[in-house]
């Protein structure tokens, strides 16, 4: 596990003026904060499961979680570590539409991750392009 990554250093990311393109999923767009938390936390794996869920149209043998995911004009990201063990939760909520509680649409067991924080929130603004950044970057 790495410790070169805080919640403070993610904290100083307000805006980017950076975009990044992601390698496989072209139409997935991420931030300068993005970067360096992937950078920084050897995290690219979780960039990589947001923009391969957003960045490619779900099939018929997609799980239904993953068109419901997609549906969705924002997204709430979670990864949160297991109190014991190595692995943690990924899980994506609605944000709390016009004010309600946020709903759940999507969650994924990770077996193993070596992520230094307990938890990061990220978040997916879809327009003409789904762009990952990080909440204080909005």
Request: with cysteine; proline share 6%; net charge negative.
């Amino acid at each position: 596990m790495t410790d070169k990554l805080t919640h403070g250093d993610l904290a100083q990311f307000t805006g980017t003026d950076t975009w990044f393109r992601h390698g496989l999923a072209r139409k997935v767009l991420y931030t300068q904060g993005v970067q360096y938390m992937a950078e920084q936390a050897g995290a690219y794996w979780l960039v990589d499961k947001i923009a391969i869920l957003n960045g490619f149209p779900a099939g018929p043998h997609d799980d239904p979680g993953v068109t419901k995911l997609q549906a969705e004009p924002f997204q709430a990201w979670k990864l949160k570590r297991d109190a014991e063990g190595d692995g943690a939760w990924l899980t994506v909520t609605d944000g709390g539409k016009a004010g309600g509680d946020p709903v759940e649409v999507y969650r994924e067991r990770i077996e193993f991750t070596d992520f230094p924080l307990d938890e990061i929130d990220l978040w997916v603004e879809v327009g003409e392009c789904p762009v990952i950044l990080l909440p204080s970057e909005h």
